[in-house]
Structures are given as structure tokens and as C-alpha cells.
């Protein structure tokens, strides 16, 4: 069996993650077991969902354990198999967490999926035709409900999330405006994802500056807001949201470290009769294979280009999430490891 | 025609509210067209959202035009009559303004409604059989959907709102806690109005601590809340939300003098997958015979039993509507005209 590099928490982070919050080991695989199989991990997937899970207290689900092996979703091929489902050259996607090799338990329903990459890239699964581009069709289909002529827009706008954001609020015919940070990323946004604008956050000191950005590429306001960031970013939107409009967050970046950021005028909610709805996206399994089913076909047929940012091997992955919690990343994080 | 006192808006206000911003004056009544009616007020009702209409800027609808009579909610006795659907005796609710008589149209659909008060008193139109009623049943029954055996809570849990809103949530099963400002309101909560338990806001001094007063009465956490207060009250619940816990949002009087209040940590939205909506009532007209029906049989039945706080003479309005906006005021607030 293979010699497997893990990479575990070992300490919680006060404040903003630093490298020392993790450890890399090396451990011998252990043998399989009657059922489980064993799969080489190709990518390793970086969420902003983790950032949650490095906290002790209350988040979205438990807290990482610390001395384990971080969680994380991982695409990769099975090499070895002592179960009737899977055999060795499969490619499956899972959660393998951040590490060479993991040993999964292949009855166990929902740990492992085989993929098909005729069409659709390996590490796509990960991104746009995985739980990202999941996220972005719950929020937006679920929690949204858009309507042709709608005003759509979404926060880090190039990222995993907003890219499959982007493909599938314009196939239902919504004016689809981004908010990145920089010119580079916003340039993409527009000529390659599709976006029929995209706001760069960066030139803007405060909300209002921003808010009055907004105002001018949403000229009909915006009816649906898929917030992947918060803080100053949810303030400029929230003043520009259209009565009735609907707000799919998702994420809030601005709040991991520990420091919550304030929502500065919470009665627009009111004022506007706003919706503003919280969800996770592996509570709501029963969507994924239609979900699935729409964003591999935008990939196949070319109306969803994500981009990738990829870190080169296991022990770059603590400063890829780094950056990735810092808006560094430019397209779908993800870190190659074979 | 008789003389009509009335209480015009002269200027907004800049911050709290100042008498100074109404101007008491008294004009001739018109005589009646056609198809028109003269209503006598007896009653007047006092609303918060009356705060929202009287500033310049974005609200629920158009601001409260300067120099015109202050908007609100009459029941009253027709007694002139030149439309064949009204006569003289009939006892109506409608939106009649801060004064003594109105004339009005009787064929404008929703202007005047004849109430039947054999069962229920005619102030009550105006509270628990009224808007604020609606209000509650609203919130409750489309916004939280709530289920037997679930928590809910309501701020300001003796006012009008919040006396329908007990009596709605016992009636579906579920444990009801009120938030109230000091202890004779929280007594009469628990004792006349069915609450479970009353919290007493005024003995906290901050969310953190009016939290942790939550958590022992609310010891399966909280499932659905109704807000009619904003601020401090609202930080304290959103960190005792239970998991998929829905908010409806009515009112924010805490924000009301131009200053946001914000909200500290929005974050809990996502942590807790919650859903915050915002609402007025009037948008919603569809389920007014419903929540009325409802409404009359629990006034009827003796279990919802709300309480009115009485101004008397148009004069003393202004300064019962201050009173309102900071929590003075101890169950519906009315003025009685008559």
C-alpha cells in the first residue's frame, strides 16, 4: 500500500488562517477491508465552507476535528477495490479530504460517485458540475426564482460559484451582472462567462460608492442577489434590491475569521419586502442530479467555461485556501495532486 | 356640513419626531357629490408605519405628502349618505386619516367596509379584528408556518400585533414567548394574552445578555420569530434561531428616525439557514377574509383578549404616536375621537 500525505488541523485559527494552523504527515495506507476500495486523488477542491469548519463553534454542521485530516471534496480513480461496485481505472468523485489517498467504504450511500469525463473534465466535478455549481443552481432556481427580464446578480462573480451562476441565469433570460474584484477578473467575466456587466468591488472605498455603481448597470434594479461574500459588498446590493427581491446567501467570506461584519441597514429588508434565505447545499441532495443534469450539459455545449486556479501539490494547499479566503484565487481553487 | 379638525404633516421630521412636524387645523367638511359618504370617526388608529411615510426618502410606498392630512386607519358611523350601498348608522372601518370626519367615495374599491359589532367591539377593527391582526396572522401562518410543538416569538408581545400573534400561535400548538418592556406588560402577557413566558427586555443591557435570558425560556431554541421591534432585539434572537428557523419581518421602529440600525452578525443567516422576509400587510389583501374570520372567532371565543391604550380628543394624537414609537404605549394604540 502507498505512503499517503495528509494534511490535518492542528490548531484552530484565532483570527485569519496562517499555515501554522495545519500539519502535513505522512502515513502508511492501511490494507482494505471486505467493501472498501481504494481511490488516488487526482484534485483536491478548496471551499470557503471550510473556514466554517476550522471555528469551534456553531456553523453549518460539527466543527473539523483537530488532529484529523481536513475535509474536502476530491476527484480521482480507484486503484484498488475489494467491492463489486467500483473497479480499479473508475474515476469517482468524493470527499477524500486533504490527502494523497483515502480508503472509502463503498456501500456507504453517497461517499463515492462515478464520473464521466468524456464530456465533462475530471475536475470539473468539482466545480461547475459539482457542489459550486450546485450551490449556484439551488440559490438561484430554489431561492431566487428568477424571471426573464429579471436583474441577477451574484458576488465573486469568476469563482466556481458565479461562473455556473452566470450560464444558468442567462438560459432563463435574466440581465446577469457580476461583482468581481480587478479588472482582469472582470474583463473574464464579461468575454468569457457570459455576464452581461460585472462591477469591480475594488474601486469602491464603501458601500455607497458601490451602491451607486450597481445603480447604474442595474438600471431596472435587481430582483435576485446570490451573495457569496457579504459585508460591505451585501450593503451596496441591499440598497438596490427591487421590492420583492430575493437574496440566496450562501456564503460570507467577510464573517470566517471570527469578526462578524455587520449588516448596516437590516430595515431594507423590510422596506423593500425583501427575502433573504441561508442555505447549504448538501442538505438539499435531492436537487443535485437535475442540477447536475443542466450544468453538464452548459458544459458540453459551451455556454459554461469555468476557469481553474491550481495549486501544484498537497503541501500548497494551505496557502491556496489562504488566498482563496482572501479573493486571490481566480476561477475554481483547486490543488493537483498526482 | 360639520367643522373638521384634522392634523396635517407641516415637516419632517429630522430624526425623532417632534410635535412641531404636525399642525392642527380645522376647515369646513365638503358637501357630498354622488356616490359619496360623510364618515364621523370614533376611532383612530396609531401605527408605526405611520414613521416609515412621514420621511422623504425610500419607504414601503410614496412618503405622507407635506401640507395634507397624516394617513391612518378610522372606524366610524356613516351619517350622510348619497350612495345606495351606505345609510346613515352604519358602522365602518376605513383608512380615514388624523381627523374628525372624511368623505368618501364609496364605490372606490376597499374604502369603506361595513363591520358587524354584536360579537366584537368596534375599536377592535382597528387592532386585533383589523390590520394589526392581519398582520400577525400574516406573518405567522404564510412567513413562518409554524408547526405544533415549535417555538415562536414576538417582540413587542403586548402590543396589537403581538396579542394576535399569541393567540394565533397557542391556537396552532406551539410554545409562544413574548419580548416586552417591563414588568407589568410581561405579567399581563403571560396572564391575558396566553404567552407561555414574557422576556423583559429593559432588564438587559445588551444582546448578549437578553440572549442568554432566550435560551432558558426558550430551551429547544427558537423556530420562528416575528419582528416588530429591530436592533437589540434582534441580534439577541437570531443567535438562539434554531436550524431552517424563518423570520418575518414587519416592523423595525428602531430604524425609523433615519438612523440604520445594523444588524451585528448576519452571518447567522447562513449558519442557521435561515430565512428572513420582509412584508406589508396591504400587499397581501387576498387573505384579509381569512385572517378576519380567524381573528373575530378567537375576540369572539375569549381567547384573544388585546388590550388598547386610548388617547383622547385628535389634539392628543402627535404626542400618543411619540409615545408609540418608543414603546410607551401599552396595547393597541388608538385615539378616540368621539
Given amino acids: 500500500m502507498p505512503l499517503n500525505q495528509q494534511i ?57 476535528a483537530l488532529g484529523e485530516v481536513m475535509i474536502g471534496g476530491t476527484v480521482g480513480e480507484v486503484i484498488e477495490s475489494r467491492s463489486a461496485q467500483f473497479k480499479p481505472g473508475d474515476q469517482v468523485v468524493g470527499m477524500g479530504g486533504w490527502q494523497q489517498y483515502s480508503v472509502v467504504d463503498a456501500l456507504q450511500p453517497g461517499a463515492l460517485r462515478k464520473v464521466d469525463t468524456t464530456h465533462v473534465p475530471l475536475s470539473y466535478y468539482l466545480g461547475a458540475v459539482g457542489m459550486p455549481g450546485v450551490t449556484a443552481w439551488y440559490g438561484l432556481v430554489k431561492i431566487i426564482e428568477p424571471q426573464a427580464g429579471q436583474t441577477m446578480v451574484v458576488s465573486a462573480a469568476t469563482g466556481a460559484v458565479g461562473s455556473a451562476f452566470a450560464a444558468l441565469s442567462k438560459a432563463r433570460g435574466c440581465r446577469t451582472v457580476g461583482i468581481a474584484g480587478g479588472p482582469d477578473k472582470c474583463k473574464y467575466a464579461v468575454e468569457v462567462l457570459g455576464f452581461d456587466v460585472c462591477v469591480d468591488y475594488k474601486l469602491h472605498e464603501n458601500a455607497a460608492s458601490l451602491s451607486a455603481a450597481l445603480k447604474q448597470h442595474c438600471p431596472d434594479g435587481i430582483d435576485g442577489y446570490f451573495e457569496n461574500v457579504g459585508g460591505m459588498v451585501l450593503d451596496a446590493v441591499l440598497g438596490r434590491m427591487n421590492a420583492f427581491g430575493r437574496i440566496a446567501l450562501c456564503g460570507m467570506i467577510a464573517g470566517y475569521d471570527g469578526r462578524p461584519v455587520p449588516l448596516s441597514n437590516p430595515a431594507l429588508i423590510l422596506v423593500s419586502r425583501l427575502k433573504l434565505q441561508g442555505f447549504i447545499v448538501s442538505e438539499h441532495m435531492e436537487v443535485w442530479p437535475e442540477a447536475l443534469k443542466e450544468l453538464g450539459a452548459l458544459v458540453a455545449s459551451g455556454k459554461l467555461r469555468p476557469r481553474e486556479s491550481i495549486a501544484q501539490g498537497l503541501q500548497a494547499a494551505p496557502e491556496a485556501f489562504m488566498g482563496l479566503l482572501k479573493g486571490k484565487n481566480f476561477g475554481k481553487q483547486l490543488v493537483k495532486l498526482i
Same sequence: chains 1, 2.
Fill in 8 to 64: 490535518l488541523l492542528d490548531q484552530r485559527p484565532s483570527g485569519e488562517v496562517a499555515a501554522s494552523n495545519f500539519k502535513l504527515v505522512e502515513v502508511q495506507t492501511p490494507p482494505l477491508q471486505d467493501g472498501q476500495v481504494l481511490v488516488q486523488h487526482h484534485f483536491l477542491s478548496l471551499d470557503p465552507y471550510m473556514r466554517g469548519r476550522m471555528n469551534e463553534g456553531k456553523s453549518y454542521t460539527a466543527p473539523q
